[in-house]
């Protein structure tokens, strides 16, 4: 589904990055594991197709992402990539129903109220849909931000250190929820984070 | 959810931010509108009022009292002149003047002027009234329709006039009787008491007889010049004045049975003595012709009256007015201005706070015009509701300036329609609007997606 083969990316000021290519299919999660500084964020935006790399190619089911342009780039982005931050954004003037519909407007998705009321009920946040996130606990925000990720039924899920806040039980709870939601979508999931206790859970992992 | 909704909730969420940039703009277009719709009002007041009267004849002063006075009711009025003065206009044969009004000024009742004049006023206003309804004697009088509702007065009633217009510094004796009121005109006969010239002499002509002083301040209590303070000679005047029994025999004649015609005529005035006096005359001319155009001058340079042109005095009044309107334009202006900076620094401040928001809008699909038009958005709603609130307090402003005028002038103002200037303010005002938010929206949209994956 996802293909990077021999990645680079330069910024202007630092030496070359390059990274290890990569090939994952739906079902299979793969975690990318690194220290602070080697690179893992830029892997993550590159993937993305938030950075464009200075060389190698990212094939998703077929479509070449380094070369759409920057505004084809942003719809793609929003129809089928769906991102699990590290903290979790929100549109803070809205509550977590709207801030779904929202996501569906900017990514010009036939709104589906049904699945959404579903997955707030599978994330057990339903009861919080009429609240701002803001007001919300860390870990119900943790979940809405999932949620949001996921909403649009992405083909890849990206995850940014999800669970580095969160202790042991919280952790767990959220990697197996992001396993559960990608097996029924049937989408690639790309975790990338310090968080070595997650090793375990996961066989396909790389090091960066 | 479209972006629309997303701006206006993101204003609802956090208001505090936007009330100063509200408040100012209210300020802003409100002073404007105010000062729109005032400006429009005055103008069409004095035009309506303007009647086609080419010149107003009175005792020596500023012309533009007399005109204020004469006219538009509005200042003391210059003096008296006397009726021996006034004759040759009065006279149906003079070559010039087609309709000629005589005024008498000075009394009133609770507020509203009492005026003494022939029914020839009511072609000048292009009033239609039945003869059964108008002032024919003495003492009789038809109300305007606008002091006849302020005052609930209906026919029949009775009232005593008092001396001056101000209030009741003390107020004559005779009865004056409501004999007939006038449908709404919206002209200044609507704020008027209309009655007979010999009326004014019956109540105060006997000081005459007592001083022997014609057209001196002694009976007169319009004062003879510019006279602002004229309620202190009411007061000094009060005793020559006050006698009012004494029944005149100038005026008596009228109820003679030779006199048949109304006292409310300019031929019944030419039957009578020239020491009478009255306070001004409203001329319009039979034609516009070189003769007609000097009689003004003639009676400046050779008359101890004056002439005074109500288009010249009016446009006079005008540019006077324009000297303060065009400052307090000014001043609208800059608060304007002000109010389109503070929107634009108050949003340029949101920003800082709202990048990573605006940066998560753009990793979930949304373009960079999309949030470009939400940052628009935002300004054209504050430039929106702060405009609706700037209307909604000019025409406040004008409800309450209205009151004011009618309870200090017996003027009203009404609430206006929508100009066509004012439907200009509101498009500039909008306008405003986006240009403030112009340059935050070109930075939002140049918001940098990858930093939302910086956390770590």
Same mark, same amino acid.
């Given at each position: 589904m996802l293909k990077a083969t021999?990645?680079?990316? =330069? @910024? =202007?000021? /630092?030496?070359?990055?390059? +990274?290890?290519?990569?090939? %994952? /299919?739906?079902? *299979?999660?793969?975690?990318?594991?690194?220290?602070?500084?080697?690179?893992?964020?830029? !892997?993550?935006?590159?993937?993305?197709?938030?950075? =464009?790399?200075?060389?190698?190619?990212?094939?998703?089911? *077929?479509?070449?992402?380094?070369?759409?342009?920057?505004?084809?780039?942003?719809? !793609?982005? /929003? $129809?089928?990539?769906?991102?699990? +931050?590290?903290?979790? @954004? !929100? %549109? *803070?003037?809205?509550?977590?129903?709207?801030?779904?519909?929202?996501?569906?407007? !900017?990514?010009? %998705?036939? =709104?589906?109220?049904?699945?959404?009321?579903?997955?707030?009920? $599978?994330?057990?946040?339903?009861?919080? &849909?009429?609240?701002?996130? $803001?007001?919300?606990?860390?870990?119900?925000?943790?979940?809405? /931000?999932? &949620?949001?990720?996921l909403i649009n039924s992405p083909k890849l899920i990206l995850a940014d250190e999800p669970t580095s806040a969160l202790d042991d039980n919280n952790a767990q709870a959220v990697l197996s929820l992001l396993r559960e939601e990608a097996d029924r979508l049937g989408s690639a999931l790309i975790i990338v984070t310090h968080d070595k206790r997650l090793k375990d859970n996961i066989e396909q992992t790389i090091n960066l | 959810m479209n972006l629309f909704s997303i701006s206006w909730k993101n204003i609802l969420h956090k208001p505090t931010s936007v009330v100063l940039s509200l408040v100012l703009f209210a300020l802003g277009v409100g002073l404007i509108a105010f000062l729109l719709q005032v400006d429009k009002q005055v103008q069409q007041k004095f035009e309506n009022n303007l009647a086609g009267i080419d010149l107003v004849v009175g005792a020596k002063g500023s012309p533009l009292q007399l005109i204020l006075s004469s006219m538009y009711h509005i200042d003391a009025p210059t003096g008296n002149i006397s009726l021996e003065q006034a004759r040759p206009f009065l006279n149906p044969q003079h070559p010039l003047v087609d309709l000629a009004v005589p005024l008498s000024l000075g009394d009133s009742y609770k507020g509203y002027r009492i005026v003494g004049t022939t029914h020839d006023i009511l072609d000048l206003y292009g009033i239609q009234l039945p003869a059964e309804m108008m002032w024919q004697e003495n003492f009789e009088v038809t109300a305007g329709a606008g002091v006849a509702r302020k005052l609930n007065l209906s026919v029949g009633d009775v009232f005593q006039s008092s001396h001056g217009f101000t209030d009741d510094i003390h107020s004559h004796d005779q009865d004056l009787k409501i004999v007939g009121i006038l449908e709404p005109t919206n002209t200044v006969v609507d704020q008027l008491l209309l009655t007979t010239p010999a009326t004014f002499w019956k109540m105060h002509n006997h000081a005459e007889d007592e001083t022997g002083r014609n057209g001196d301040t002694g009976h007169n209590h319009n004062g003879n010049n510019h006279n602002h303070n004229h309620e202190h000679e009411h007061e000094h005047n009060h005793n020559h004045n006050h006698d009012h029994k004494h029944e005149n025999g100038n005026v008596d004649s009228m109820k003679s049975p030779e006199s048949i015609i109304s006292s409310a005529s300019n031929t019944f005035l030419l039957q009578q003595g020239g020491n009478q006096e009255i306070t001004s005359l409203l001329l319009t001319f039979k034609g516009r012709n070189f003769q007609a155009l000097n009689l003004g001058r003639n009676i400046n340079e050779n008359t101890d009256m004056q002439a005074a042109s109500p288009a010249i005095e009016i446009n006079r009044l005008f540019s006077l007015m324009d000297t303060g309107t065009q400052a307090l334009n000014t001043l609208a202006l800059a608060i304007v201005f002000v109010s389109g900076l503070s929107i634009f620094l108050a949003m340029l401040n949101k920003l800082r706070d709202r990048k990573l928001e605006l940066a998560y809008m753009r990793v979930k699909g949304a373009s960079r015009t999309q949030v470009f038009m939400l940052i628009i958005f935002e300004g054209l709603i504050i430039a929106f509701l702060g405009s609706l609130l700037g209307f909604l307090l000019s025409y406040g402003g004008l409800y309450f300036l209205s009151e004011s005028m009618e309870t200090n002038y017996n003027y009203s103002l009404s609430a206006g329609s929508f100009s066509k200037a004012e439907l200009y303010l509101f498009f500039s005002a909008l306008g405003l609007g986006v240009i403030a938010a112009l340059i935050p929206a070109i930075q939002a949209s140049k918001t940098d997606i990858s930093i939302t994956l910086e956390g770590n």
């Open positions: 021999q990645l680079e990316y =330069k @910024y =202007k000021s /630092g030496p070359t990055l390059t +990274f290890p290519s990569i090939e %994952i /299919g739906s079902g *299979d999660p793969l975690l990318v594991l690194g220290d602070s500084g080697s690179g893992k964020t830029t !892997f993550l935006q590159l993937l993305a197709g938030i950075r =464009k790399p200075i060389q190698g190619q990212i094939l998703f089911e *077929d479509i070449p992402l380094d070369k759409l342009s920057d505004s084809a780039l942003d719809k !793609f982005r /929003g $129809r089928n990539i769906g991102i699990v +931050f590290q903290q979790p @954004y !929100f %549109i *803070d003037a809205l509550t977590v129903e709207e801030n779904i519909m929202a996501s569906y407007y !900017f990514s010009s %998705i036939k =709104k589906n109220e049904k699945r959404g009321t579903q997955l707030l009920d $599978r994330l057990n946040i339903l009861k919080k &849909a009429k609240s701002r996130p $803001r007001q919300l606990s860390v870990g119900e925000q943790q979940r809405v /931000g999932i &949620a949001l990720a | -």
